[in-house]
């Protein structure tokens, strides 16, 4: 192996002051921890599936190699006047000073008093890129290099050395200055090349853009890595520590340096290796304590029995085990696919709450199975307030004799950006949608979700803008071969065929596939499709499943007339709930409730930790084996809809597309219990419908009217489920069952127009579609402004709702500071800050909407009294809203006011006119 020249040890890669002490790290140094990092993380880390990516067209020696001269070559263009000059990051000029010195020792004369127009058009990833085109790289593995800070360049960089030349020779002109700079950029190519295995920048094999893009995640990932001085800022836990100036790269022992750091990331948390799942009824008692239904057993035995199963999609009455399936597929199809982690997306907060007590339950039995500690991420913006997440072991703090009572823990390593990497991941479908959006470090979430069997829940839930983004993101993953779940209970037909179309694209590079001549008009129900290879296997023959037979009534949309006679319905006891469609509703239904009668409220508009009372305590009475009270009336929005396991005798719901209706309905007598003798046939009121068109503009506003039409069209007096579910869904999403009525025909001009305007929109931000041939240059071109560093804005754009504000929400009284509960903030301890963090609710899009100017106010509020926030983990950003003696405030032209039974209230000011 050649040896390196002093003049190309003296390049610095980086450099600090710490507590008084100058330190830094060679250049080649960084590069050969990133090749070392890269190395193991292909070796090591990537899943076999992900490899079988990588390698598509390469043999495993050529994929090792082209790793490894990513690692190796990501910073070359560090070894540039450009970057050499750069002052140090808290501008330390005796360091600066010191590090120029060093150069000029090893021969880069004239650095001390060099001075570039334009340094900053030269920045380290775009000159490497220059660098190594220059020196015969091929573009597609160039534009990696370019990328590798999280965004790659629009184009090659063509033009940089001619017309940035001094950047990277320091002269304009031939001189003894540029020579020795090209010489110790050849020589720092060459001694990466002959390391690796190549003699020639020519050698580096081509990849294809599925390729680049888990190329560029993996070298982001190794490169973040490699950067890490100490495990999460533990100075007991080193890693890629920098070095005294007065030392060298001879003074370091790479490969012990490189082998410490591996050791001390990877502690305490082992990999999943899925086993085949070989005996369906024995595996449910193993995982869950039962014997699985005959429908469970059959769908898990047909999965078990694909060749390359790719995208499966079930759907299945509400109540019938969908997450037992899906579980018992993730364990399938890792498994043939190569997979070690799974991804559960679910459409809210509460929802994802909810599912991660029974992946973490889950996730402990395999565990438990394998003798292994499995890492596990809860990804949502309050995941921080889950109890049972934050209670669970941290991998980092396990003894280093480890604690085997745990099969369950958390890696802090995988956080922000991060998180997508940790193999098990639950949290709101955002996460995944955000795959389709242009934004930087998209690279990461594409690796991340690239070695996990992804299951969705709740598909019915997403509107043509969100499918838009579901259908982007299917195709990716079938250019990944990632294995897809899909669970509904009311699945258009059409949505399921442009589901399995969009898969079959990314694939195959075709939405053709072998399958039977009526597949896209198939209604059977309960229904399971999948694609094994090219092949649509499409089974609907289950053992029948038992009927429930539900009255449907209408009835006045009244509040006072619909409470009158929602207590009516309880006189001889009983639970009735009420789902209306507006916040303002709800809160206005519960306050005609008689005293006698105890109520409860759900809706959004509630503080963090009084709305996870609300769901706990709701869990506790009407759930499933709960104490239920003899007497109650729940009143709430969509938020009951969506995967809360509650069980009503009586149900009350605002009118509403029909799939959402049955999703409601799926919430009465839920459960095989005693009811009250008034109440023992379920009984479905539906709230304004009582007129063929007639609404409200409320309902409207939320719902399209041509949905709303076809609904109470074909909602009949009596619903047999589950045998009814598809049929009426399908009535009212399939356009061939429009019927002659001019109120309908505009309608359904207006709803074609609106999913016309959301799929144009969607479209503006996404990624293109997985094009095999081209480099990655521009991939992430014209990205929204702000959306890099915002990810609830980067959020609002994947679900096309208008971006909001959250805030912290506090009652000042004249002795102090208190939170809403009455606890004073004076007297919080020492967790106080995140206590706060805690009091947190979004503020309303009518109270915001010139958003820009109420964040301004608030932010001038917030510092104004709260200045402290600004150095607290916690807070820091953090906006509040300070609330007076009466819990009231005004804001933004808005009366504001908060309770814990009714939530955040607001009303427009009188201006007086």
């Not at 320091?170 to 720092?188: A, D, P």
């Not at 001549?517 to 309960?526: D, L, V």
């Not at 009586?650 to 009811?675: C, K, S, W, Y």
């Not at 939170?819 to 915001?848: C, E, F, H, M, Y």
Request: charged letters at 25%; a negative charge; hydrophobic letters at 40%.
């Amino acid at each position: 192996m050649m040896d390196l020249s002093n003049a190309a040890k003296s390049l610095w890669g980086k450099k600090k002051t710490d507590n008084g002490q100058q330190l830094w790290l060679p250049l080649i140094a960084h590069l050969l921890d990133t090749k070392n990092v890269i190395n193991w993380l292909f070796n090591h880390w990537i899943s076999d599936g992900q490899r079988e990516i990588i390698c598509e067209n390469l043999s495993e020696e050529k994929a090792q190699q082209l790793v490894n001269f990513l690692g190796y070559s990501h910073d070359i263009g560090k070894a540039t006047p450009a970057f050499q000059i750069k002052e140090s990051y808290n501008q330390d000029k005796s360091l600066d000073k010191e590090v120029v010195e060093k150069l000029i020792r090893n021969g880069f004369a004239g650095l001390d008093s060099l001075k570039l127009a334009k340094a900053e058009a030269s920045p380290h990833n775009r000159a490497g890129e220059a660098l190594l085109e220059k020196f015969g790289l091929n573009k597609n593995v160039g534009a990696i290099i370019g990328g590798h800070h999280g965004k790659p360049e629009n184009k090659a960089p063509r033009n940089q050395l001619d017309e940035y030349k001094s950047n990277y020779w320091q002269t304009f002109n031939q001189s003894e200055e540029q020579k020795h700079w090209q010489k110790v950029q050849q020589e720092l190519v060459d001694y990466g090349l002959r390391l690796i295995g190549f003699t020639d920048l020519k050698e580096v094999p081509k990849v294809n853009q599925q390729q680049a893009v888990l190329l560029t995640g993996l070298l982001i990932m190794a490169d973040w890595i490699a950067s890490s001085e100490y495990l999460n800022d533990d100075m007991s836990k080193p890693m890629f520590p920098t070095i005294d100036i007065n030392q060298s790269f001879d003074d370091l022992d790479m490969n012990a340096r490189y082998r410490r750091a591996i050791k001390t990331w990877k502690a305490h948390e082992d990999t999943w290796e899925p086993e085949r799942v070989t005996n369906i009824p024995g595996h449910y008692q193993k995982r869950w304590g039962f014997y699985p239904r005959p429908i469970q057993e059959k769908i898990s035995e047909i999965i078990g029995e694909a060749t390359d199963p790719g995208i499966v999609v079930i759907e299945a009455p509400m109540g019938i085990g969908k997450t037992e399936i899906a579980l018992t597929a993730a364990e399938q199809l890792a498994f043939y696919s190569g997979r070690t982690g799974l991804y559960m997306g679910l459409p809210t907060q509460a929802t994802s709450n909810a599912m991660f007590t029974r992946i973490k339950n889950w996730l402990e039995s395999v565990g438990n199975e394998e003798g292994k500690k499995l890492s596990i991420k809860l990804m949502h913006g309050k995941a921080q307030f889950n109890k049972e997440y934050t209670n669970l072991i941290k991998a980092e703090n396990i003894d280093s004799d480890g604690d085997s009572s745990e099969s369950v823990v958390i890696n802090s390593w995988f956080s922000g950006e991060k998180s997508v990497l940790d193999e098990f991941t639950i949290g709101t479908v955002d996460n995944l949608l955000l795959m389709g959006l242009k934004q930087k470090h998209l690279f990461l979430k594409h690796l991340g979700f690239s070695n996990k069997v992804v299951v969705i829940d709740e598909v019915h839930a997403y509107d043509a803008y969100m499918s838009s983004y579901l259908d982007k993101v299917l195709e990716w993953l079938g250019a990944y071969h990632v294995p897809v779940v899909i669970l509904s209970a009311t699945l258009p037909k059409d949505r399921r065929n442009k589901l399995l179309q969009a898969y079959s694209q990314g694939k195959f590079r075709t939405e053709n596939f072998e399958a039977a001549s009526n597949w896209q008009e198939n209604q059977a129900y309960p229904l399971m499709s999948m694609l094994d290879n090219k092949n649509l296997v499409q089974v609907s023959d289950f053992e029948k499943q038992e009927v429930k037979d539900i009255d449907v009534f209408r009835m006045t949309d009244d509040e006072q007339a619909v409470i009158n006679f929602a207590v009516s319905k309880i006189e001889d006891g009983g639970i009735a709930g009420i789902i209306v469609n507006t916040v303002k509703r709800a809160q206005a239904l519960v306050e005609l409730v008689p005293d006698n009668i105890p109520t409860m409220l759900l809706h959004s508009a509630f503080l963090a930790p009084d709305r996870s009372a609300l769901e706990d305590e709701l869990q506790r009475k009407i759930g499933k084996r709960g104490s239920r009270p003899e007497k109650l009336i729940v009143i709430g929005t969509q938020v009951l809809e969506q995967s809360l396991d509650i069980d009503f005798d009586v149900m009350f719901t605002d009118i509403a597309p029909m799939d959402l209706i049955l999703q409601r309905v799926g919430r009465l007598h839920r459960h095989n219990i005693e009811r009250p003798k008034k109440l023992e046939v379920p009984q479905l009121y539906v709230m304004g419908a009582t007129e063929y068109g007639s609404y409200s503009s409320a309902n409207e506003a939320i719902y399209e009217r041509y949905l709303l039409l076809k609904t109470d069209h074909f909602l009949g007096d009596k619903i047999t489920l589950p045998n009814d579910i598809s049929p009426l869904v399908q009535s009212v999403y399939d356009k061939n069952t429009d019927y002659q009525d001019d109120e309908l025909a505009k309608a359904r001009s207006v709803f074609d127009a609106d999913k016309k305007k959301a799929k144009r929109k969607a479209k503006s931000f996404q990624i293109k579609d997985p094009t095999p041939r081209k480099a990655i240059h521009g991939w992430l071109g014209m990205a929204q402004l702000g959306i890099d560093k915002d990810e609830v804005r980067a959020q609002a754009t994947v679900r096309d709702i208008k971006e909001t504000i959250e805030v912290i929400l506090l009652q000042e009284r004249k002795d102090g500071y208190y939170l809403l509960d009455g606890r004073k903030v004076a007297d919080l301890g020492s967790n106080k800050d995140k206590i706060i963090a805690q009091q947190v609710i979004r503020l309303p899009v009518a109270v915001t909407q010139n958003i820009d100017d109420a964040i301004n106010d608030l932010e001038t509020r917030t510092i104004g009294r709260f200045r402290a926030w600004q150095q607290s983990i916690w807070l820091k950003g953090a906006l509040a809203l300070v609330l007076d003696e009466q819990q009231k405030t005004d804001f933004n032209g808005w009366n504001l006011s908060y309770s814990p039974k009714l939530g955040l209230r607001y009303e427009k000011q009188d201006n007086g006119c």
